[in-house]
């Protein structure tokens, strides 16, 4: 970020691969992804997954709507990310209490990746929709 904003050759070069390494970072998360993952995680991992885009999705559009902007990006946010999957295991690690739950835990984060990794990019898209149709009004 620094070279970027010192330099203004580097910030264009930046630029040019920032559209190749997002497609590139999708790609290989996306095969990382499965159907299955989202039946290991059951219903629970399911809701929690709606929950994450829907109740996470709002307040993070609320916020960006606040803080001057469109809530695309709030929406766009609104996922449950795939290093969570190691939440479990790492917290099982500082509190041996939790091992026996890691499993079932790992299993409906994991179907929450996946249920998010569906409804985000339709939830983005309907917001950017709203938008521009609130603006041709």
């Known amino acids: 970020m620094v070279l970027a904003n010192l330099f203004p050759a580097i910030k264009k070069i930046l630029n040019d691969g920032m559209n ?5 970072v999708g790609f290989a998360l996306g095969c990382t992804m499965n159907f299955q993952q989202i039946f290991t995680g059951g219903l629970s991992g399911i809701l929690l997954g709606f929950v994450v885009t829907f109740v996470g999705g709002i307040c993070a559009i609320l916020a960006d709507k606040l803080t001057g902007g469109s809530g695309v990006a ?12 190691a939440t479990p295991a790492a917290l099982a690690a500082v509190d041996a209490s939790y091992k026996s739950v890691v499993g079932t835990a790992t299993a409906q984060i994991t179907a929450a990746v ?3 990794a ?3 990019p339709i939830l983005t898209a309907w917001i950017y929709r709203h ?4 603006a041709a009004q």
Do not use: D, E, P
């Open 131 to 134: 938008n521009k149709q609130k």
């Open 74 to 85: 709030g929406a766009a946010i609104s996922s449950c990310a795939g290093a969570n999957m």
């Open 20 to 24: 190749a390494s997002i497609v590139v």
């Open 118 to 120: 569906i409804l985000t």
């Open 114 to 116: 996946v249920i998010t």
